[in-house]
């Protein structure tokens, strides 16, 4: 709920800013949050300088205005 309303949020004010990528670092075990990211769209890969963490990023010209709404 709260997550997902943050994030589209959040991804819809990048947009509106004219930012190209949303990025991020998400710990590899807060499966919840790779999964909602992964739905939204977000590429994920191993972090190569941190353990345990996995980059997450989101080119937004691939994102509709409707869902980052």
Do not use: Y
């Not at 004010?13 to 670092?25: E, F, I, P, S, Y």
């Not at 807060?30 to 994920?44: D, I, Y």
């Not at 997450?56 to 509709?64: G, H, M, Q, S, T």
């Amino acid at each position: 709920g709260l997550g997902w309303l943050m994030m589209r949020h959040m991804i819809a004010n990048a947009k509106a800013k004219g930012l190209k990528t949303v990025r991020g670092q998400v710990l590899a075990e807060n499966v919840t949050m790779l999964q909602m990211c992964g739905e939204l769209g977000f590429h994920s890969r191993d972090d190569p300088d941190e353990r345990g963490v996995k980059l997450v990023e989101l080119p937004l010209d691939r994102v509709p205005a409707e869902a980052a709404a």
